[in-house]
């Protein structure tokens, strides 16, 4: 049975009258579609097996109380029995999300941009501050990066004859040589946060400001640092996830200024001092994660348009990320600077 067929018969379980089903054609990790119905527009979601069907308990919790503080996230529509997801009898969960309006961007295009999306993750946090889930739903691993430096050592040790090894295992060696001595400051507080804050995962409103957040399923207790290092490789590299620039000054400056001017004093000192430094961890965590997947090809997805394989595609994005993470320890002392006077 097609994709299309399958979905349509997911959304006869609840109660819309559907006019067209769209497939969307970006994204990684679920199958997604456009529902356009006489109720409004929705988003229908086939759910990658990484996340269980539990997941939904999580951001119905998260997005509530989002809600209660008024912020604006995707919700869940529930079914006509008032359930949360639909399961196809092969297990995998359905899901369909309320639809925000508003602009998705690939790379953040000006300083400006920065400043929004610093803002707007900065409103989220503050409003999950005080909010203590027991997520039922756990990533296990997440910038786990002892983690991820082993399994890219196993991965150059089991490819040996790799078709691209000749030029992924000097990547390699790179990768692991700037991993040495990068780590955020233990004992840090573990906060509530978004867990992939990539500028892909904001939406914004005509005015250039956020209006939600989206890619809801990530939601996890994380050391702050890292979640701002995650937002901050991203936002900061306007070339893209597969640019190999150097992180760009202004973009910085500009985003630690929107976040801390939102979050307000909340952040301990020890947690805004480690945010440079974990901007760098994550883009070497990051190479190392791409430089694995070279070596393995299964990451989710990779772009067949531009590349002749999951190794290529993958080379290319460690490439970037380890430019990148070279890049802000080389300017580290300035990003401190910046970071410290944003409070």
Same mark, same amino acid.
């Given at each position: 049975?097609?994709?299309?067929?399958?979905?349509?018969?997911?959304?006869?379980?609840?109660?819309?009258?559907?006019?067209?089903?769209?497939?969307?054609?970006?994204?990684?990790?679920?199958?997604?579609?456009?529902?356009?119905?006489?109720?409004?527009?929705?988003?229908?979601?086939? !759910?990658?097996?990484?996340?269980?069907?539990?997941?939904?308990?999580?951001?119905?919790?998260?997005?509530?109380?989002?809600?209660?503080?008024?912020?604006?996230?995707?919700?869940?529509?529930?079914?006509?029995?008032?359930?949360?997801?639909?399961?196809?009898?092969?297990?995998?969960?359905?899901?369909?999300?309320?639809?925000?309006?508003?602009?998705?961007?690939?790379?953040?295009?000006?300083?400006?941009?920065?400043?929004?999306?610093?803002?707007?993750?900065?409103?989220?946090?503050?409003?999950?501050?005080?909010?203590?889930?027991?997520?039922?739903?756990?990533?296990?691993?997440?910038?786990?990066?002892?983690?991820?430096?082993?399994?890219?050592?196993?991965?150059?040790?089991?490819?040996?004859?790799?078709?691209?090894?000749?030029?992924?295992?000097?990547?390699?060696?790179?990768? !692991?040589?700037?991993?040495?001595?990068?780590?955020?400051?233990?004992?840090?507080?573990?906060?509530?946060?978004?867990?992939?804050?990539?500028?892909?995962?904001?939406?914004?409103?005509?005015?250039?400001?956020?209006?939600?957040?989206?890619?809801?399923?990530?939601?996890?207790?994380?050391?702050?640092?890292?979640?701002?290092?995650?937002?901050?490789?991203?936002?900061?590299?306007?070339?893209?996830?597969?640019?190999?620039?150097?992180?760009?000054?202004?973009?910085?400056?500009?985003?630690?200024?929107?976040?801390?001017?939102?979050?307000?004093?909340?952040?301990?000192?020890?947690?805004?001092?480690?945010?440079?430094?974990?901007?760098? !961890?994550?883009?070497?965590? !990051?190479?190392?994660?791409?430089?694995?997947?070279?070596?393995?090809?299964?990451?989710?997805?990779?772009?067949?348009?531009?590349?002749?394989?999951?190794?290529?595609?993958?080379?290319?994005?460690?490439?970037?990320?380890?430019?990148?993470?070279?890049?802000?320890?080389?300017?580290?002392?300035?990003?401190?600077?910046?970071?410290?006077?944003?409070?």
């Amino acid at each position: 049975m097609t994709g299309e067929r399958v979905a349509s018969r997911v959304l006869d379980a609840y109660a819309l009258r559907v006019r067209e089903l769209k497939r969307v054609s970006s994204g990684h990790i679920n199958l997604t579609y456009w529902v356009f119905a006489d109720e409004g527009q929705f988003i229908l979601q086939r !759910l990658h097996p990484v996340f269980g069907p539990e997941v939904h308990l999580d951001i119905e919790a998260v997005t509530s109380h989002l809600a209660a503080k008024g912020l604006e996230t995707p919700r869940l529509v529930r079914t006509r029995r008032g359930e949360l997801w639909v399961s196809e009898p092969d297990g995998r969960p359905w899901r369909l999300l309320t639809c925000i309006p508003g602009e998705v961007v690939r790379a953040a295009d000006s300083p400006a941009r920065c400043a929004a999306t610093g803002s707007g993750l900065g409103r989220v946090h503050r409003a999950l501050w005080d909010f203590a889930p027991d997520f039922v739903h756990r990533r296990s691993g997440v910038h786990d990066t002892a983690r991820h430096l082993a399994r890219l050592r196993a991965a150059v040790t089991e490819h040996q004859d790799h078709r691209l090894g000749g030029e992924i295992r000097p990547l390699a060696a790179e990768i !692991l040589m700037a991993a040495e001595g990068l780590a955020i400051p233990p004992g840090l507080p573990l906060r509530v946060v978004h867990g992939d804050p990539k500028i892909s995962n904001f939406v914004f409103a005509p005015d250039g400001s956020v209006r939600a957040m989206i890619d809801l399923d990530t939601f996890a207790r994380l050391p702050l640092p890292l979640e701002l290092g995650d937002a901050l490789r991203s936002w900061c590299c306007p070339g893209g996830e597969e640019a190999p620039e150097p992180i760009k000054i202004a973009h910085f400056a500009a985003a630690i200024e929107g976040y801390a001017s939102a979050i307000g004093e909340l952040p301990t000192p020890a947690e805004r001092a480690a945010i440079p430094g974990a901007t760098a !961890l994550v883009a070497v965590e !990051l190479a190392a994660r791409f430089c694995t997947d070279a070596l393995e090809e299964r990451y989710f997805a990779w772009d067949a348009s531009r590349f002749s394989s999951a190794a290529e595609h993958n080379l290319v994005r460690s490439r970037a990320q380890l430019a990148l993470g070279r890049s802000v320890l080389a300017r580290l002392p300035e990003l401190q600077r910046l970071t410290s006077t944003a409070w």
